[in-house]
């Protein structure tokens, strides 16, 4: 299984597996021309994928997937929940398949998890890829810590995991109280102490690299959030970011 990111954080995400014959979109947050652009520095033609797959209604999510699907011609999957909440601005699209959040996908032999999230999305979802014997993590826009995401993470061979936000960095910074709230609550994000302690977790199993994800431009910096995750797991653990501004490194499973 190969992957990278094309991009991540609020300002649009989107990332690409490829699992044998099988090559899947995540999301689609960014404009088709850039997405179309970063896919062939990696030698990869946006054409080629099987699918575009969503997570959450959220607009960094979901801006663009109307044009990936006219322009590239991928069909859309996402739950009824999230194509209710934003069909008005895909339009016009002919091909959206839906699924029920929790649900598994086939695309020939992969197979994709999908896990409900209680983040304050509609019917929002984290997913793990299954391929020959390996599971690739997409977590990102989760809420909290949640049960079936710790399950999820025993398993996964490499993850892709959100590190939102410095605390320090949020709490100063400037934004208004109410949306410090909601970053910090039930249905937001997981700031960088809250992923390093899900990783720490898994010291020890096969863990063969993460991804930091899904950073905040505002409330977070790389080598802040790096620096939190190596104090937690050490320097055992190949470390990645996800960046907000370019094409992401190209990751084996």
């Not at 699924?99 to 019917?123: E, K, S, W």
Request: net charge neutral; charged share 25%.
């Amino acid at each position: 299984m190969i992957t990278f990111s094309l991009q991540s954080g609020s300002n649009g995400n989107s990332i690409y597996v490829e699992a044998g014959d099988v090559r899947l979109l995540f999301d689609a947050g960014i404009s088709g021309r850039m997405a179309q652009r970063r896919m062939a520095s990696k030698g990869r033609d946006i054409r080629d994928c099987h699918a575009l797959i969503i997570s959450h209604n959220h607009s960094d999510h979901t801006r663009c997937a109307g044009i990936f699907q006219r322009k590239f011609g991928l069909p859309i999957y996402m739950t009824e929940g999230a194509y209710g909440a934003v069909h008005r601005y895909l339009e016009p699209v002919s091909d959206v398949r839906q699924f029920i959040a929790g649900n598994r996908l086939a695309f020939g032999d992969v197979t994709v998890h999908t896990i409900r999230t209680p983040h304050d999305g509609i019917d929002g979802v984290c997913f793990v890829v299954e391929h020959d014997g390996k599971k690739l993590g997409i977590f990102t826009d989760l809420g909290h810590p949640f049960a079936a995401l710790g399950d999820a993470l025993v398993e996964v061979d490499a993850m892709y995991l959100e590190s939102n936000y410095d605390p320090d960095m949020l709490r100063d910074g400037p934004y208004p109280e109410a949306l410090k709230r909601r970053i910090t609550g039930k249905g937001g994000h997981l700031s960088n102490e809250e992923s390093a302690e899900l990783v720490r977790r898994r010291i020890g199993s096969p863990l063969k690299w993460m991804a930091i994800a899904h950073l905040s431009q505002e409330n977070n910096r790389p080598d802040i959030a790096i620096d939190v995750h190596r104090r937690q797991i050490g320097t055992l653990l190949p470390l990645h970011v996800a960046s907000r501004d370019r094409v992401g490194d190209l990751l084996e499973v």
